[in-house]
Every structure is written in structure tokens, then in C-alpha cells.
């Protein structure tokens, strides 16, 4: 009898371990296999989570790349495998054992749903801060997704080492912030439909504020916002941000700016102070320390 409990434990010892429950969303999912063997990441900033945890060969295929000059044939060596999000034949094609999307746009309906994929056996995980009802402690939710993904990839100790870059990244930027009055900073995102900003609910709010300024519609309680010449021209920020995204370049919206007969007489505009930064860097990720950084020095050298 000794022998054979012996003999069933050393085969459960050496059995892989078939299953994790995890929670994301305010949810507990489950991951079929652990860990994934072929993910694939819906959105650049997902693919670049998955990557900096040091996942790569597990990274199966990539879609819907932002950033404008991003390759759109392999990403850091992985398979695009759409320009935007896939239909569910060419994402089921991957053979997928887990999911990860950066908006909730990512899982349409039916079997591309996470309750559809759950249904097929595909896990799923969506980036906390496009979750229904997340906090607006942005960085807190990256924290959490490192965390949470660490765990599920086995890639904990590399999960602590981005954290704790992030929050070292987030002091040396604290540390170049000393304006007596932060500057008023207009973030552009899009002007296809609009002059398309984004409110206190936003992500560039945090991301401004950890560098040491101002989002201009701060205190507008919502995520998106779009304003009029005229308001933009009353209030006259210190300094625009402009999103550089395949569907909405810098460089359009630079010209835009420039050539309208109300936006051209902005300050910021006159005087040059306009930066370009990429989309993905507007984007609760894991280098949004690095970004913070990197734009509170930006800010700092402007004239």
C-alpha cells in the first residue's frame, strides 16, 4: 500500500500542473494549461507586457499594432497576425491557450467573447485598466497585471523587477518636479472626429501629474473628451501633447494646428512647445515609469 501511494505521488509530482484560477476584472477565471504555451496578444501595449516579462517564445502572434513606423509583418520577432482584431477563424488558427487584450474592444462576441473563449478552452486576460469600473490608480493597475500575469507566465521575479523599475523611474521623475505651478499641458489624441482629448478619468492625467504637470480638463470627471476651438483657445495651455498613432500621425495634427486660423494663434502653438510622443507611451504599460520619466525631462528642457 506504502508503494503504491509512493508510486501516485511521484506520478502527480511529475504530472504538469493543469490548471490556475486567477482573478482579473473582479472575476476568477481559469487557465487550462499552466503555463501558456502560445499566447496571443490583442493590442501593441498587451504584446509589449507579454514581452517584457520575458514570454516571447511563448507569444504565439500579435494584432492591431498602434504606433505609427511599427512593423506590421512581425513584431520583435513575433507573427502579425492582423492589422486590427482578428476574426475568430484566423485567432482560433493560433491555437491560443491564453488571451491577453489591452481594451475591452479586444473580445467581440460570441466565440471571440472571454466567455466564449473560456467555453473553448482559451483563457483570457484583459489589461485592469480597461476593465469596467477599475480605480483610477493607474500605476496601482499596472502593478496588478505584472503581478497577476508574473504568476500565470512563472515569470514572478521578472514581474517584482518591472515593478520595482517602475517605481524607481516614478521617484527620479518626482524628483525633477519642482515648478512652482505645473504646466498646463493639452493632450491631442485624435482630430479625425474632433479635438479629442481625455478627462480625469483618463490615464494621461496620471501620467502628466507623475511627470510633474497639469492635464488641462483634469477636472472633467470623464475618460473622453472632446473640445472646441474655442475652449482650447480661452484656456490656452502651456504646452500640447500630440498622440502619434497609425490613424492619427503628430504629424497631421502639427499641421492642423498650424494652419487653422484659431488653433495656429495658441501660445503653444506660436511658440513651438508642442511634443509628439508615442500612442502606446499615452498608455497605462509597463514602461508608463520610463514614459513619466522621459516626458518630466521633456518638459523640463522646453524653453
Known amino acids: 500500500m506504502r508503494r503504491l501511494c509512493f508510486l501516485a505521488g511521484a506520478l502527480l509530482c511529475t504530472s504538469p500542473v493543469l490548471a490556475d484560477d486567477y482573478r482579473n476584472c473582479g472575476e476568477t477565471w481559469h487557465l487550462p494549461v499552466s503555463p501558456p504555451?502560445?499566447?496571443?496578444?490583442?493590442?501593441?501595449?498587451?504584446?509589449?507586457?507579454?514581452l517584457a516579462l520575458g514570454a516571447g517564445p511563448a507569444l504565439a502572434g500579435v494584432a492591431y499594432l498602434d504606433d505609427t513606423g511599427t512593423p506590421q509583418s512581425e513584431y520583435f520577432g513575433v507573427p502579425v497576425i492582423s492589422p486590427r482584431y482578428p476574426s475568430s477563424e484566423v485567432l482560433y488558427a493560433q491555437k491560443p491557450d491564453l488571451?491577453?487584450?489591452?481594451?475591452?474592444?479586444?473580445?467581440g462576441n460570441g466565440v471571440t467573447s472571454r466567455s466564449g473563449l473560456e467555453r473553448n478552452g482559451v483563457a483570457s486576460y484583459l489589461l485592469e485598466s480597461a476593465c469596467n469600473g477599475h480605480s483610477l490608480d493607474y500605476f496601482e493597475l499596472i502593478h496588478n497585471d505584472l503581478s497577476t500575469l508574473g504568476a500565470l507566465l512563472h515569470k514572478q521575479q521578472r514581474a517584482r523587477e518591472l515593478s520595482d523599475a517602475m517605481d524607481?523611474?516614478?521617484?527620479?521623475?518626482?524628483?525633477?518636479?519642482?515648478?512652482?505651478?505645473?504646466?498646463?499641458?493639452?493632450?491631442?489624441?485624435?482630430?479625425?472626429?474632433?479635438?479629442?482629448?481625455?478627462g480625469r478619468r483618463g490615464f494621461v492625467t496620471n501620467l502628466l501629474a507623475a511627470a510633474g504637470a497639469r492635464n488641462l480638463f483634469a477636472d472633467i470627471n470623464q475618460y473622453r473628451v472632446t473640445?472646441?476651438?474655442e475652449t482650447l483657445l480661452?484656456?490656452?495651455?502651456?504646452?500640447?501633447?500630440?498622440?502619434?498613432?497609425?490613424?492619427?500621425?503628430?504629424?497631421?495634427?502639427?499641421?492642423l494646428l498650424m494652419q487653422d486660423p484659431v488653433l495656429s494663434t495658441l501660445r503653444a502653438v506660436r511658440e513651438g512647445r508642442m511634443i509628439d510622443i508615442p500612442f502606446t507611451h499615452l498608455l497605462p504599460t509597463v514602461s508608463s515609469g520610463r514614459v513619466a520619466l522621459e516626458l518630466a525631462e521633456r518638459l523640463r528642457a522646453l524653453p
Not at 502651456?238 to 499641421?255: C, E, G, N, T
Request: aromatic share 6%; net charge negative; hydrophobic share 45%.
Open 168 to 198: 524607481a523611474d516614478l521617484e527620479k521623475a518626482k524628483a525633477l518636479t519642482h515648478l512652482d505651478r505645473p504646466l498646463s499641458v493639452f493632450y491631442l489624441d485624435s482630430e479625425v472626429n474632433g479635438l479629442d482629448s481625455e
Open 227 to 229: 473640445v472646441s476651438r
Open 234 to 255: 480661452a484656456t490656452d495651455p502651456d504646452v500640447i501633447l500630440l498622440a502619434d498613432a497609425q490613424w492619427s500621425p503628430a504629424s497631421r495634427k502639427r499641421q
Open 99 to 107: 488571451v491577453v487584450g489591452g481594451f475591452a474592444t479586444a473580445f
Open 37 to 50: 504555451s502560445r499566447i496571443v496578444a490583442l493590442n501593441q501595449h498587451a504584446a509589449d507586457l507579454v
